[in-house]
């Protein structure tokens, strides 16, 4: 739509503006950053603040909204 | 995916349809408020009205945060984003939202250093890099999204970084509500509570809906079947004659919230005495700005913003759509003047924003598809 973050478009929820989270899968965890590397479902990995869900382990799911795990899902199925 | 793929099964989406056809009384017009944008985005991508009997009606509420920014903090931002040497970030929606004169998009073509980021940890990064730059973040969103500038600012202070700032628009859920709830514009039966603001704040702050008004509350998920369980839980609560706040989310949402979230919102934030929202006007206590401790890294302490409100485009009426008082396509301009790729109004910008789900999805009209 405005062409400049594919997130905003019409077929997807706007997870950065619109208050709406994601679930992520966690790959690794680095306790000393308290930081995440995480998936989401398409595949793309990124660095996730834990500080909040802690504590964290490889194999959980996440609700993750701008960068930030709001609720720890527990181990995924 | 598993808490998805089980959320969207069409099947089982029409037989809760046809409790939620049993649980109605004919007769008797129903009106529920979906509180969150992105419920507002799931009814229409999935079509979960057209399930429903004629007489519920859902309305659209003023959970989009986009759409509530007044023009006049727009223009602050911009005004921010034109000071030499900074470089404003933001998320990329709040780019297109027009202030009284243009949007951040048209600053930028003009020359200004703005950019998009995915989080508020991405402004952070961004100043690190450019530690002879003042880098501001314009934050928006409810207690979902002010974890992550809370948790950004106690990272920027423990870092010792003094290029960094922010302008702070966060918004709370609560108080907006309230002030629905008094105009004597609307009557509402009950609300379809927001699923994500409330794993950080529980659900305990919606109990006054039913204690002080009489009006259920159900927490709900974004996938249609969520949506179509919560709107039976509303109207079973209407049919046996009870109020309260129920959590069909709770495979998400704790009861009592996210309490190392709250303590950190508590630190780093603190309450305005008032703050304007687009079409609600001014609302006490509904809106954060940064507390004392971290009032150096407030941007509106550090630079000069004019400050001043700006009333709405008088074709606008974005008010009485973020109200639920008239529908999108009842709006003057609608799909005509105002459009996702023109849009006069912050609800046509947002793909959260109620015309804009109307619009993407073909709601032109009050004709619902039959099922």
């Known amino acids: ?77 | 995916m598993r808490f998805v793929d089980e959320f969207r099964d069409a099947e089982l989406g029409r037989a809760v349809a046809g409790e939620i056809l049993t649980a109605v009384e004919p007769g008797r017009h129903y009106k529920v408020m979906e509180v969150c944008g992105g419920h507002t985005h799931s009814i229409y991508k999935y079509g979960v009205d057209d399930l429903l009997p004629e007489n519920v009606e859902l309305v659209h509420g003023p959970g989009c945060p986009v759409c509530v920014i007044p023009m006049g903090r727009v223009d602050d931002g911009i005004a921010v984003a034109q000071k030499p040497g900074v470089i404003f970030t933001c998320f990329g929606d709040m780019l297109r939202i027009p202030g009284s004169d243009g949007t951040l998009l048209d600053a930028k073509a003009a020359g200004a250093d703005i950019r998009m980021v995915y989080s508020p940890l991405d402004a952070l990064r961004i100043a690190r890099e450019h530690p002879d730059r003042e880098v501001v973040f314009f934050a928006i969103g409810f207690e979902t999204t002010a974890p992550s500038t809370a948790l950004t600012l106690k990272r920027a202070k423990q870092e010792g970084l003094t290029n960094f700032s922010c302008v702070c628009n966060h918004v709370t859920i609560v108080p907006p509500l309230r002030a629905l709830l008094e105009s004597p514009d609307l009557r509402l039966d009950g609300f379809i509570g927001p699923g994500h603001v409330s794993t950080v704040v529980g659900a305990r702050p919606f109990s006054f809906i039913p204690a002080d008004y009489g009006k259920p509350v159900v927490i709900a998920g974004f996938e249609p079947l969520d949506i179509l369980q919560a709107i039976h839980m509303i109207l079973r609560q209407l049919a046996e004659g009870r109020s309260g706040v129920e959590n069909q989310y709770s495979r998400v949402v704790p009861w009592e919230g996210n309490l190392k979230a709250l303590e950190v919102l508590a630190e780093v934030f603190e309450l305005r005495p008032h703050f304007e929202w687009r079409g609600l006007g001014f609302i006490s206590q509904s809106a954060l700005k940064l507390s004392a401790a971290y009032a150096d890294f407030d941007a509106e302490l550090r630079f000069d913003t004019p400050g001043v409100r700006v009333a709405d485009p008088k074709a606008c009426q974005c008010g009485e759509v973020l109200k639920g008082v008239i529908k999108p396509f009842e709006c003057k301009v609608f799909g005509t003047a105002c459009t996702p790729e023109h849009a006069i109004g912050t609800c046509m910008v947002s793909p959260e924003g109620a015309c804009a789900a109307y619009y993407n999805y073909g709601r032109f009209a009050r004709e619902r598809e039959v099922v």
């Open chain 1, 1 to 77: 739509m405005s062409g400049l973050a594919p997130h905003c478009g019409p077929d997807e929820h706007c997870i950065t503006c619109g208050d709406e989270a994601e679930p992520m899968r966690v790959v690794g965890v680095d306790t000393a950053l308290r930081l995440a590397l995480c998936e989401d479902g398409s595949g793309s990995r990124r660095s996730v603040e834990i500080e909040l869900v802690e504590p964290v382990s490889a194999g959980d799911r996440l609700l993750v909204h701008a960068d930030v795990a709001l609720t720890n899902l527990g181990e995924s199925a």
